[in-house]
């Protein structure tokens, strides 16, 4: 019993005289973070990517952050290529400069870089992609590719120069919009925003400002033939009365409305999805990235937007006449928009 006791006091001295001591954190490797959506559609010449980097120190988290360096790699360090790709053949090449938002942060450092370029037609879709990040400084190299998503069509119910109308016509009840489009070439997923934009004219101080409400349709993923959606009229209502505060000070006329479809890639679809919030019991969250030597995203996606008018009736600006009568009489916003019913 004794040699036992011996034995376990000179292993507790023994363990207990080691340097308990240990390194959290491993050698600093450089970890490039990139999230970019070349986009062929008819409302985007300007094209960016945004590039960041990871970071990890001695110091406490919060206050790393709190360093532009510590996200954002020194401009100067990078270029920033995309490659135009035909037949494996490299055919044209743009190199993206940088720009630089300085925002304020209330914890974190906000300042926001991202890397842009301007080129007329050259986003086709016979060519595939490649994104070319080299770090001057460390030599280290990020890489991409993607296709690009070549147009979009409505389908063949649906003509944007008709007038959008939300309310039947004998003023007796809402109305729906059906909505329908074809599918197109690398398009997984599909969201649709009609956009509605009106002034106010201030009646004392007589300032006319304008203003733009989007309202935003649930992603739809394609699974076959021709795709659509419904707008139903009693939600378009109930969205512009929650948006719109009332204000018996102003006056509101209604100035014109959008479509806008946005198509985005199954790239897209899988990051979107990957990325939702966990409302599960198991807390751990899948990683997806496209990027070589690096995390994040770049894939493509293609935004397209039209005005919507009547061919007939250019005054009526895409509203029914019914639809007016409905937000100057019965929406309680302050309408005044002149139209012959």
Same mark, same amino acid.
């Not at 994104?131 to 993607?146: A, G």
């Given at each position: 019993?004794?040699?036992?006791?011996?034995?376990?006091? %000179?292993?507790?001295?023994?363990?207990?005289?080691?340097?308990?001591?240990?390194?959290?954190?491993?050698?600093?490797?450089?970890?490039?973070?990139?999230?970019? %959506?070349?986009?062929?559609?008819? /409302?985007?010449?300007?094209?960016?990517?945004?590039?960041?980097?990871?970071?990890?120190?001695?110091?406490?988290?919060?206050?790393?952050?709190?360093?532009? +360096?510590?996200?954002?790699?020194?401009?100067?360090?990078?270029?920033?290529?995309?490659?135009?790709?035909?037949?494996?053949?490299?055919?044209?090449?743009?190199? %993206?400069?940088?720009?630089?938002?300085?925002?304020?942060?209330?914890?974190?450092?906000?300042?926001?870089?991202?890397?842009?370029?301007?080129?007329?037609?050259?986003?086709? /879709? /016979?060519? /595939?992609?490649?994104?070319?990040?080299?770090?001057?400084?460390?030599?280290?190299?990020?890489?991409?590719?993607?296709?690009?998503?070549?147009?979009?069509?409505?389908?063949?119910?649906?003509?944007?120069?008709?007038?959008?109308?939300?309310?039947?016509?004998?003023?007796?009840?809402?109305?729906?919009?059906?909505?329908?489009?074809?599918?197109?070439?690398?398009?997984?997923?599909?969201?649709?925003?009609?956009?509605?934009?009106?002034?106010?004219?201030?009646?004392?101080?007589?300032?006319?400002?304008?203003?733009?409400?989007?309202?935003?349709?649930?992603?739809?993923?394609?699974?076959?033939? #021709?795709?659509?959606?419904?707008?139903?009229?009693?939600?378009?209502?109930?969205?512009?009365? +929650?948006?719109?505060?009332?204000?018996?000070?102003?006056?509101?006329?209604?100035?014109?409305?959008?479509? #806008?479809?946005?198509?985005?890639?199954?790239?897209?679809?899988?990051?979107?999805?990957?990325?939702?919030?966990?409302?599960?019991?198991?807390?751990?969250?899948?990683?997806?990235?496209?990027?070589?030597?690096?995390?994040?995203?770049?894939?493509?996606?293609?935004?397209?937007?039209?005005?919507?008018?009547?061919?007939?009736?250019?005054?009526?600006?895409? %509203?029914?006449?019914?639809?007016?009568?409905?937000?100057?009489?019965?929406?309680?916003?302050?309408?005044?928009?002149?139209?012959?019913?």
């Amino acid at each position: 019993m004794n040699i036992f006791f011996s034995l376990l006091i %000179l292993i507790l001295c023994f363990f207990s005289s080691c340097d308990n001591d240990f390194e959290v954190n491993s050698n600093w490797e450089e970890v490039t973070i990139v999230y970019g %959506l070349l986009d062929a559609g008819n /409302s985007n010449s300007s094209q960016e990517v945004r590039i960041n980097k990871a970071f990890l120190g001695q110091m406490d988290a919060y206050e790393m952050a709190k360093y532009k +360096d510590s996200i954002n790699f020194d401009t100067t360090n990078l270029n920033v290529t995309i490659y135009k790709i035909k037949n494996n053949i490299v055919i044209d090449s743009v190199r %993206l400069h940088p720009e630089i938002t300085v925002r304020n942060g209330d914890v974190f450092n906000d300042t926001l870089v991202t890397y842009k370029f301007f080129k007329d037609n050259f986003l086709q /879709s /016979s060519s /595939s992609y490649e994104l070319n990040i080299k770090n001057k400084n460390s030599q280290n190299i990020v890489s991409s590719f993607t296709n690009i998503i070549p147009n979009f069509s409505w389908g063949t119910q649906f003509k944007p120069f008709y007038n959008i109308g939300f309310y039947k016509n004998d003023l007796s009840d809402y109305d729906d919009k059906q909505i329908n489009w074809r599918n197109v070439d690398y398009g997984q997923i599909y969201q649709l925003n009609l956009e509605f934009n009106y002034s106010e004219i201030n009646q004392i101080s007589g300032e006319t400002t304008f203003h733009s409400l989007d309202w935003i349709q649930p992603i739809e993923i394609y699974t076959s033939g #021709e795709m659509s959606t419904k707008l139903e009229g009693d939600l378009f209502f109930k969205f512009l009365k +929650d948006n719109i505060q009332k204000n018996n000070d102003v006056e509101r006329v209604f100035e014109s409305i959008y479509i #806008e479809m946005t198509v985005g890639t199954e790239e897209l679809n899988t990051y979107i999805n990957v990325n939702k919030p966990i409302t599960g019991i198991v807390q751990e969250r899948p990683v997806y990235t496209n990027i070589i030597n690096g995390i994040g995203l770049f894939s493509s996606r293609y935004t397209h937007r039209d005005l919507i008018l009547n061919s007939q009736d250019q005054d009526n600006k895409g %509203l029914t006449n019914a639809t007016h009568y409905y937000i100057n009489n019965q929406l309680d916003r302050n309408f005044n928009y002149p139209f012959d019913f």
